[in-house]
Nanobody
């Protein structure tokens, strides 16, 4: 069992930055691929970014490439999402997720590649 707790959300002006953190419980953090997803009101949950358990592979949604950076610090059992040049359309609840089941890295864009989810943190970007 893994528990995930997100933090770092808030209200920021367009062009600003935020860093989200996802703290994981347990001793097996290094065995989990970590993903970030977001859900805006009235919309489906969408993929944002992922980092392989090795740390050697990352992937991003086209809408955030060049602006967001995903990373992990295994010694702290924590994953991060650095968000720069934020836009109003980035406004959403952001969720981190952990999973072990994906066979291929290109599956990490899918919600079903993840077994555990955090409670979400609100990010609001004002224009």
């Amino acid at each position: 069992q893994v528990q995930l707790i997100e933090s770092g959300g808030g209200l920021v002006q367009a062009g600003g930055s935020l860093r989200l953190s996802c703290a994981a419980s347990g001793r097996t953090f290094t065995s989990y691929n970590m993903g970030w997803f977001r859900q805006a009101p009235g919309k489906d949950r969408e993929f944002v970014a992922t980092i392989h358990r090795s740390g050697g592979y990352t992937n991003y949604a086209d809408s955030v490439k060049g602006r967001f950076t995903v990373s992990r610090e295994n010694a702290k059992n924590t994953a991060y999402l650095q968000m720069n040049s934020l836009k109003p359309e980035d406004t959403a609840v952001y969720y981190c997720a952990a999973g072990q089941s994906a066979t291929f890295v290109n599956a990490l864009v899918n919600t079903n590649a993840y077994d555990y989810w955090g409670q979400g943190t609100q990010v609001t970007v004002s224009s």
